[in-house]
Structures are given as structure tokens and as C-alpha cells.
């Protein structure tokens, strides 16, 4: 059965760094997309980042500049590298796998994303 677990996150000072990571297995997760999203208190969950099976990448303009996504094939793993952490960035975050094998565009909207890990939580403190 497919599953992703995230792990990574924790408390952190404003400006601070945190990586996360996400494990995949029970399927071949090397042939799909694979996003992260986040959840803060009292809101939607959003859009993130995103990663192609060819490693081409995508990200919400919130934190473009500052969090870098990227995928290890051989450890099946998918990170979240994120730098100059803000208060606003507090949120669960989920890692999630897309729908579509070998897809061309990547998507922001969760719809498109079939499996989900349990989230991690992060907090900045400010």
C-alpha cells in the first residue's frame, strides 16, 4: 500500500532553516510529481511547492526564494529545504503525491493529489 511520511518539523526562530522530509513507498513515486502543502490554523490548505518526475520545480510566490524542493529517486524521498523561516509560515505541512504519471504541468491544486502523508507540524516563533 502507497504511503508517505513526513518528518522534520519543529520550532524554530524567525529567520531559522528546517528541512523536511518525505518518505514513499508502495509504489513507484520516481515516475510522479510530488507537492508540498501546508495547513495553518483556521485556513485552506495551500499550495507550497512541487516537483516533477524530471525534476522540474514549482513554487507559491510566498516562498519562492526561500524554500528549495528536491527529490533523491534511490531513497524515495522528496525534501523541503527552508530557509529565512517567518511567523507566517507556521502551518502543518503535507507532502503528497500526484495522480498523473509522467505529468507535463505540475499542479497547485490538491485535487490532483491522490496520496497524502499525516503532516508535520512547523512553528516559527518571532
Known amino acids: 500500500q502507497a504511503q508517505l511520511v513526513e518528518s522534520g518539523g519543529g520550532l524554530v526562530q524567525a529567520g531559522g532553516s528546517l528541512r523536511l522530509s518525505c518518505a514513499a513507498s508502495g509504489r513507484p513515486f520516481r515516475n510522479y510529481a510530488m507537492g508540498w502543502f501546508r495547513q495553518a490554523p483556521g485556513k485552506e490548505r495551500e499550495f507550497v511547492a512541487a516537483i516533477s518526475w524530471n525534476a522540474n520545480t514549482l513554487y507559491a510566490e510566498s516562498v519562492k526564494g526561500r524554500f528549495t524542493i528536491s527529490r533523491d529517486n534511490a531513497k524515495n524521498t522528496v525534501y523541503l529545504q527552508m530557509n529565512s523561516l517567518k511567523p507566517e509560515d507556521t502551518a502543518v505541512y503535507y507532502c503528497?503525491?500526484?495522480?498523473?504519471?509522467?505529468?507535463?504541468?505540475?499542479?497547485?491544486?490538491?485535487?490532483?493529489?491522490?496520496?497524502w502523508g499525516q503532516g508535520t507540524q512547523v512553528t516559527v516563533s518571532s
Open positions: 503528497a503525491a500526484d495522480s498523473i504519471v509522467y505529468a507535463i504541468v505540475l499542479e497547485t491544486t490538491t485535487t490532483r493529489y491522490n496520496y
